[in-house]
């Protein structure tokens, strides 16, 4: 090992130097800190402090470019990956991305004739920050860029599109001292003053986790918190951590982010630790193998570096009183072996490894071969291929053998909800022999990996090699059929039966009917939907038909014609003109206790024309036409509530087994009273609204949760929303969205709720130009119109057809919250109450569904094995 702090790296009057970093490529290393009147970055030649006789060589130019753009202090300068920019951040709130040009030199200005040998120009001023930038960091693919400040947050940018921002991630209290990117592409950690470490998915950019008790007892904090995330993604490195009243660098293990290992033994806070960016390796003597671990050196106020093998307990060595203030930053070289440190006091030292003393890196072969065994894929960095961040990481072979389990689930899953399964192909996928006759061997199942500038890259999957064509195994995933062929049959009617001489069926409605039109249309019953309303027992045709026949209506049925109705509780008589006074006719109910018997146990009178009639097992409800709405008790006929009056004849009655009744007059206006409490629900609510494109009412029943349900003319179908007071549409076949999605709804049976209702909708097919939005949006209607209509069937069905598709497109962040919402009351955000069930459905079988279906994608291995994991824990 050999020390060196080379007098000639500083700044303007020793002014501290904040900020080192190494060029990718080895030639050159950037500092930051401060300059004359405001911020400094100046660009070095590495060769002459590696080297005595080229830092004696006159030739050769120490100092390369030196740039004052930045109105304050540099605090933070950094390469991207490849090498082509560089980021500084400074206290003038901005980010600057330099890129070199081919202008040659220049003189400095205000510098007495000082040269700068490169041109380096600001490209991109990013100014979204509103405090000071403390550290940015480059993904692995160069794509984003993180800058962390003490505004609290941390822009990710899109580095394709300055200054587009892909991100804002807000969730720390505090400034943000240290950013880090993982190495495999899935997270990025932040540190915060707040005493935090907060670690954030990339997929969706939400939190992943947050780390707290290893910062509990810190105390003030240091001016920058840089932590590190090793070459093999295994370790996450923090700073200004404290174990037992001692400043340490917290490591946080990526499997179950567990924190029970540090680096000990500085005196003062770290301020600042760094990851060789090479996996390194050793001969251990008496093993067969070599020994393969990281390197990481630790930077302190207590103004010593330590560097760390992770194969060791101790330190590989420290140096102790390196500078004569507080270490703030650490680069190490490309090739491992070299390591810049920078401190307040404005020096640079250089610390020189020998491969004895270090070990010798992977080759990239051996490095692929490596991620390969641990995350199932290639992570080589080239330029061909310089992205993995969304590629399906394959972290858990151990799932691949639970394939063919996978796609026996998967089918009977999707056989039990009747959707047609198309089958494709995925390739066996062998991690062990990517090799046939020394040739790579791809499928045509392939990774695409798109990148936020827009360009897509391709990653084939190995196969497992064989004489002749790769074996394939075949998966089940749910698509959607072809429209299906409704059932002819009727749905469920009414037990209300109608003993008469048969009755003309006919079409015509009254005429003082503005709602309801001349020539009824067909519209469908949804079975569990209670149609109670007085009709005809028999509908010709095979086409099931809900209708208000209003067949106690003077212009149907004469004064004097008695209806009957029947069932296995009493018999039901009603007769227009029943008895005959000086002064008029009056209408005549009479209940009897059983359908045979003759005499009625009680019978009432109205002043009335009954116009609709309805009842359940313990009342009667019968709107007559001076507007009056009369309650009776099945029991003894007493009325539970006065005679109720209201604005227009009833066009429609409805009455539930829980004794809510609801009335829709002819103008359009909808009431509900709760009989057996006495209390309104609704007052005046009207449909005019609903009655767009001169669209009429065609039905109005109750559905099983006693929601008013409106069917119009035109297909669409309404359910008024007691809690939030207002109409909600759960159908409408000539809505455009309905309309390139109508072939997703017909693949339910026509018997089920929701899919009556819809009958009506057109049969296209989805277009797949279409953005996959516009069918997540259909998918996400119909659950909502499923737990309206309290259909459990529907609900499971377009529950899993949604999580198939998010599965293919995602976001991410939505297969979390439906995961969330069955896992059960830890994860859930939702305030309403907390149950086991929804809509009579366990939660955890639903669960148990779901997660078969993500476990059958490889790509989304880590989502299954997180929230099995968790499933695993409740069983316990």
């Not at 100014?127 to 947050?153: E, R």
């Not at 377009?798 to 991410?812: A, Q, R, Y």
Request: charged share 20%; with cysteine; aromatic share 6%.
């Amino acid at each position: 090992m050999i020390l060196l702090k080379p007098a000639w790296v500083k700044h303007e009057d020793n002014k501290p130097i904040f900020s080192v970093d190494i060029h990718p490529k080895g030639g050159r290393f950037a500092t930051g800190g401060q300059g004359g009147q405001g911020g400094r970055i100046v660009i070095w030649n590495i060769a002459p402090i590696l080297s005595y006789s080229d830092e004696n060589d006159p030739n050769i130019p120490k100092q390369l470019c030196q740039m004052d753009n930045h109105l304050a202090c540099v605090n933070v300068v950094r390469w991207s990956c490849q090498g082509h920019l560089l980021a500084s951040g400074g206290d003038d709130k901005l980010v600057m991305i330099w890129k070199l040009t081919g202008e040659g030199s220049s003189t400095l200005f205000g510098s007495g004739g000082k040269v700068n040998v490169e041109t380096w120009k600001c490209t991109h001023t990013l100014n979204s920050h509103n405090g000071d930038i403390l550290d940015l960091a480059w993904a692995p693919h160069d794509g984003w860029l993180a800058s962390a400040s003490v505004d609290n947050t941390v822009i990710i940018w899109n580095t394709h599109k300055f200054p587009e921002k892909v991100a804002v991630l807000k969730g720390h209290s505090g400034m943000v001292k240290g950013v880090t990117w993982d190495p495999v592409g899935k997270y990025i950690a932040s540190q915060s003053d707040d005493k935090s470490l907060r670690v954030w998915r990339t997929a969706d950019w939400q939190q992943q986790e947050v780390v707290t008790d290893a910062f509990v007892d810190c105390s003030a904090t240091t001016h920058v918190l840089r932590l590190s995330w090793s070459p093999d993604g295994q370790y996450l490195v923090s700073a200004h951590a404290m174990n037992g009243g001692g400043p340490t660098a917290q490591i946080i293990e990526r499997d179950g982010w567990k924190q029970d290992k540090d680096f000990v033994g500085h005196r003062k806070a770290v301020t600042c630790v760094r990851f060789n960016s090479n996996i390194l390796k050793k001969v251990t003597p008496g093993s067969p193998k070599p020994q393969q671990y990281c390197c990481c050196a630790v930077g302190s106020r207590d103004k010593s570096v330590s560097v760390w093998l992770t194969s060791l307990k101790r330190p590989l060595v420290v140096i102790k009183d390196l500078f004569d203030d507080s270490v703030l930053d650490i680069s190490w070289s490309s090739n491992g072996q070299h390591l810049l440190a920078c401190s307040w006091d404005g020096s640079v030292a250089c610390i020189i490894f020998t491969t004895d003393a270090i070990g010798n890196p992977l080759s990239e072969c051996e490095k692929d071969s490596l991620y390969e065994r641990m995350y199932g894929k290639s992570m080589q960095r080239n330029l061909l291929n310089s992205s993995f961040v969304g590629s399906h990481i394959i972290e858990y072979p151990e799932m691949l053998s639970e394939q063919d389990a996978i796609n026996d689930i998967s089918m009977k899953q999707m056989n039990e909800i009747n959707v047609e399964i198309p089958k494709i192909t995925i390739p066996t996928i062998n991690l062990e022999s990517p090799k046939q006759n020394g040739l790579l061997v791809a499928s045509n199942k392939q990774i695409e990996t798109r990148l936020p500038s827009g360009k897509r890259r391709i990653t084939p999957m190995f196969l497992k090699p064989v004489p002749t064509t790769p074996v394939k195994e075949t998966v089940e995933v749910p698509t959607i059929q072809a429209a299906s062929t409704f059932s002819s049959s009727s749905p469920t009617k009414s037990k209300i039966v109608v003993v008469q001489e048969k009755v003309k069926q006919t079409n015509i409605i009254p005429s003082h009917s503005s709602l309801i039109p001349s020539v009824r249309p067909q519209t469908f019953q949804p079975p569990g939907v209670q149609i109670n309303q007085l009709t005809c027992s028999e509908v010709p045709g095979d086409q099931p038909i809900v209708q208000f026949i209003n067949v106690l209506d003077p212009l149907k049925m004469p004064l004097g014609q008695t209806i009957t109705k029947k069932n296995d509780f009493m018999k039901l008589q009603v007769t227009n003109g029943g008895l005959t006074t000086p002064k008029g006719k009056l209408a005549r109910i009479e209940v009897f206790k059983h359908p045979d018997d003759k005499q009625p146990i009680w019978e009432t009178y109205l002043g009335s024309v009954i116009k609709c009639i309805q009842y359940n097992r313990r009342l009667i409800v019968a709107c007559c036409e001076d507007l009056s709405i009369n309650t009776y008790e099945i029991k003894c006929g007493a009325r539970p509530l006065p005679p109720l009056l209201i604005e227009d004849v009833a066009s429609a009655l409805c009455l539930s087994d829980s004794g809510i009744c609801m009335v829709l007059t002819k103008t359009g206006l909808l009431h509900m009273w709760n009989i057996d409490l006495g209390k309104s629900i609704l007052n005046r609510i009207s449909l005019r609204s609903l009655l767009s494109n001169k669209a009429s009412v065609s039905g109005c029943s109750l559905t099983t949760t006693d929601l008013p349900l409106v069917t119009l003319s035109d297909g669409r179908a309404f359910i008024y929303n007691l809690d939030l007071q207002t109409w909600v549409l759960i159908s409408n076949p000539q809505d455009t969205l309905s309309k390139v999605s109508g072939s997703i709804a017909r693949s339910v049976g026509g018997n089920l709720p929701l899919a009556s209702l819809q009958r009506q909708m057109s049969a296209h097919n989805l277009n797949d130009n279409l953005p996959s939005g516009v069918k997540l949006s259909f998918l996400e209607s119909q659950i909502s119109a499923s737990v309206l209509l309290q259909s459990a069937s529907e609900f499971r069905h377009w529950l899993l057809i949604t999580v198939t598709h998010l599965l293919e497109k995602g976001p991410e962040c939505r297969i979390r919250s439906i995961l969330d919402e069955l896992m059960g009351p830890t994860h859930s955000s939702s305030k309403k109450p907390r149950t086991d069930n929804i809509l009579g459905i366990s939660k955890k079988k639903l669960l148990n569904e779901v997660l078969a279906l993500i476990k059958s994608k490889l790509h989304w291995q880590r989502l299954y094995k997180e929230y099995n994991e968790q499933l695993n824990l409740l069983n316990l």
